[in-house]
């Protein structure tokens, strides 16, 4: 590994981690709110504030920054190879980091209190969707990266395997094209324009079908980098083998096919869409299920092989000879039963009939929760302790409090949400500031929301903890920067076009999306609907 | 997702350029065949098997959401409910025609016509039969204005008087009573039973009767022209309550307070009207 990027990959993470800080710092306030326990701490505009900067910081800006960093160390590492651009890779994240000082300051003065979702016609200050804006084409210019270092370093070695890594690092880069197609729409054509008072009108049909098309696939550009690890550095960190390369590949692929187009699964309780479509994208999200089983399965068999190769005997022996004081295999692990628990909140989601049962309760924010902390942020921390002592040349003092760092984070997942998916059901609504608890019909509701609140505390202190560990990283010994990946149990000497390059893919992607959308977004344009007043919360109507 | 493709680990790929075909081939065949047939059982199957007597072309638009093709029975009152509760709709031009109003031009009107009754301060000279305006949501003055003149509400007194004004005027006028500082109040929660206190915050799922607060509270979520209730007399809002049940006032959209207030106990509405009296907040 001759060629580095650690300062470029230093400044992505470190904004990153800086202002996922805040934001769960944020999250822990917004229960604390929630729980009814400091009245004095009630205020909705400051609640709804809060809810839009955490939302903000964890959908937007702590992801894309990561991801971004995590692309470009696995693009130097895996190719071996410089970036095409090291000045065009800064000038996007100095994009991002104008967006994001345009963005929050809107915010955090209650001009854009309209949530990260931000449906219309609720419009809040401009400032904030420019600076998303912002985000958003910084990010492309990692796009652009990755695809043309992949398309050079192929060029160089015709007929050879990209390497899995990569592969999959650049099916993130194309994911995240298609995925902010929708939003970008939304933006520029529907929301920026009421938002700077040049029209007093807005289809939200339109609008939330846009939206949706973003805000499925968008967990799946957070998801990936953890998918990533799973076949390329955790079968390595468990002292064994990756079971299958092929499988790497193809999940990746399916990943981006079957993530973009069901996002109107958010939408089955919404007016402005006929039942067949509804139907076609429920049909499509079921398919989402077989690259998450093709992963199970996978890195099950590459951690047996770990196990086994360590000396586990029997069906089960190999779990307990796995090496659990390595973070990256806790952490695998710990991310597996999360998303078991998530998955299986997400089906009941994405089931026509059955999401009328908790559609807008507390169980949609539980299941996100699940998925994105529980899965994909302890994934993320897995990935700053493998890269940020090959960053910074430095080793860890203790592996002890990197494990109680994850252990708590995973607790804490648990504690926050399980509760969160029983008051769903029991139908307390999301995205509500307070609730009057002296009312008997739901005083007991107060019970379950305290005990998210501890374990919104218990994330925060794991959270403060991570960025600790980073910190004390640079007291630590002289360490190998050296990356290595898990090796293939049967390393690919050609692998099949289709698995090799995104022509396929991109091809097959607009085949959906033409089926999945054509029709639903062109009804906007011939029949006749009624748009909506467009409310703007920064001029306070 | 080829049939041709070695699932099994091992040296996986060839190089022969027959085997990318046929992953082509068969990645797309699988993907297009699943779209198919899920367009087949979303389209024509099931919207066809769940409604008897409904030609497949029917089902396939229904399906599609096509305006016309609705499932919605045709409604015996249509003819009835197509005369409408009121002229005002919440259009983009009635919503300029409010914002661009003038307070300051409504002053005029407030003093030489409407204060004889309303109070030039928006206080009313007798609140059990004229509200008191102070405060009140401009949009729902409007909307009353212009329903006095259209016939929509009645009122011998109040009809010529909306008559001989202009739309904008009604607007002014509105916007200057909208700006009166109204009494300190809040609701008298302790001079009802908790059942009203309820009813009013909370509403009465099991009648589908929803919080009255919902549309007429401080926040006013509710449809635009949802007056505030807090500080218009008891006896006046016990007779409007009383004659949105009575079918006599028939000015609400969508028939929504004829619907509640006929379901309404005439305790209810009188502890209703008492509650949103109002007492002095300072207390
Ligand atoms: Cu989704």
Redesign the pocket.
């Known amino acids: 590994m001759t060629y580095r990027a650690d300062r470029l990959i230093l400044a992505h993470f470190g904004v990153a981690f800086a202002a996922f800080a805040l934001a769960i710092l944020l999250g822990a306030w917004q229960m604390t709110v929630r729980s009814g326990l400091e009245p004095a701490f009630t205020s909705p505009e400051a609640y709804f504030a809060s809810v839009t900067a955490h939302g903000t910081i964890m959908g937007y800006v702590m992801p894309t920054l990561f991801i971004m960093g995590f692309g470009y160390f696995v693009s130097v590492t895996t190719l071996d190879r410089p970036l095409p651009s090291l000045r065009l890779a800064w000038a996007g994240f100095w994009l991002v980091i104008v967006g994001v000082a345009m963005a929050l300051p809107a915010v955090f003065s209650g001009k854009a209190t309209v949530l990260y979702t931000f449906y219309p016609p609720l419009t809040g200050s401009v400032f904030y969707y420019l600076g998303l804006v912002l985000v958003v084409v910084g990010s492309w210019f990692w796009v652009g990266l990755m695809i043309w270092a992949m398309a050079g370093w192929k060029k160089d070695n015709p007929g050879k395997p990209v390497p899995l890594a990569m592969y999959g690092n650049v099916a993130n880069a194309f994911l995240w094209l298609w995925t902010t197609v929708g939003v970008a729409v939304e933006l520029l054509f529907q929301v920026i324009p009421a938002s700077l008072g040049w029209t007093q009108t807005i289809d939200i049909g339109l609008a939330r079908t846009l939206f949706a098309w973003t805000?499925?696939p968008i967990?799946y550009f957070w998801l990936l980098p953890a998918y990533i690890v799973f076949y390329t550095i955790a079968p390595r960190a468990a002292g064994g083998r990756l079971y299958s390369d092929m499988m790497g590949r193809l999940s990746f692929l399916l990943l981006v096919l079957y993530s973009l187009p069901?996002?109107m699964?958010?939408l089955f309780m919404d007016p402005e869409h006929g039942t067949g479509f509804k139907f076609l994208q429920m049909m499509l999200t079921v398919l989402v299920t077989v690259p998450t089983l093709l992963t199970i399965f996978t890195i099950g068999a590459s951690m047996e092989i770990a196990g086994r190769l360590r000396g586990g005997k029997g069906l089960f022996g190999w779990i307990g000879a796995l090496p659990w004081d390595r973070p990256m295999v806790l952490a695998t692990c710990l991310s597996f039963v999360l998303l078991g628990f998530g998955g299986f909140g997400g089906i009941i989601?994405?089931s026509y009939g059955m999401n009328a049962m908790i559609h807008n309760t507390s169980w949609v924010t539980a299941h996100f929760h699940l998925i994105y902390g529980g899965t994909v942020v302890i994934m993320y921390f897995a990935i700053a302790y493998e890269f940020w002592p090959k960053l910074v040349g430095r080793e860890p003092l203790s592996l002890k409090p990197i494990r109680l760092q994850l252990w708590m984070w995973a607790i804490g997942m648990v504690v926050t949400t399980f509760p969160w998916h029983i008051l769903g059901l029991e139908g307390q609504p999301r995205r509500v500031a307070t609730f009057d608890y002296t009312n008997p019909m739901i005083a007991h509701w107060q019970n379950w929301t305290i005990v998210s609140m501890i374990g919104g505390y218990i994330l925060l202190t794991s959270g403060l903890l991570f960025v600790w560990n980073l910190l004390t990283l640079y007291r630590g010994a002289e360490a190998d920067r050296q990356m290595h990946y898990a090796v293939a149990v049967y390393p690919p000497h050609r692998v099949p076009s289709a698995l090799n390059g995104f022509d396929l893919c991109n091809g097959l992607v607009l085949f959906l999306m033409l089926m999945a959308y054509g029709y639903p977004v062109a009804q906007f344009f011939f029949i006749k609907d009624y748009p909506a007043l467009v409310h703007r919360v920064d001029l306070g109507n | 997702m080829s049939e041709t493709s070695p699932l099994t680990p091992g040296p996986i790929g060839s190089d022969h350029p027959a085997s990318d075909r046929s992953w082509r081939i068969w990645t797309s065949v699988f993907i297009a065949g699943f779209v198919l047939v899920s367009l087949v059982i979303g389209f024509v199957i099931l919207p066809w098997r769940s409604e008897s007597g409904v030609d497949p072309f029917t089902a396939i638009c229904r399906a599609l959401g096509l305006p016309g093709s609705e499932k919605i029975p045709p409604d015996p009152g249509a003819a009835k409910a197509s005369a409408p509760a009121s002229n005002v709709t919440w259009t983009i031009e009635t919503n300029r025609l409010l914002s661009n109003a003038s307070a300051a031009k409504g002053t005029a009107l407030a003093k030489d016509t409407c204060g004889a009754c309303h109070g030039e301060d928006g206080k009313s000279t007798d609140p059990e039969q004229f509200p008191n305006l102070a405060g009140q949501s401009q949009a729902a003055i409007f909307k009353e204005l212009a329903d006095f003149q259209s016939g929509d509400r009645k009122s011998d007194i109040m009809a010529p008087i909306a008559q001989a004004l202009t739309r904008e005027q009604m607007a002014d006028v509105a916007a200057y009573y909208a700006a009166q500082k109204p009494d300190d109040l809040r609701a008298a929660d302790s001079a009802v039973m908790l059942k009203v206190d309820l009813l009013a915050r909370e509403g009465d799922p099991k009648r589908g009767i929803p919080s009255c607060d919902s549309c007429h509270g401080p926040s006013r979520s509710g449809p635009e022209d949802a007056p505030l209730l807090l500080g218009q007399s008891a006896p006046y809002i016990e007779k409007q309550i009383g004659n949105f049940g009575s079918q006599t006032r028939h000015n609400d959209v969508f028939e929504r307070m004829r619907t509640i207030a006929h379901q309404l106990t005439p305790e209810e509405a009188h502890a209703l009207a008492i509650y949103y009296h109002g007492m002095p907040a300072s207390n």
Do not use: R
């Open positions: 805000l499925h967990v069901v996002g699964h958010h989601n994405m």
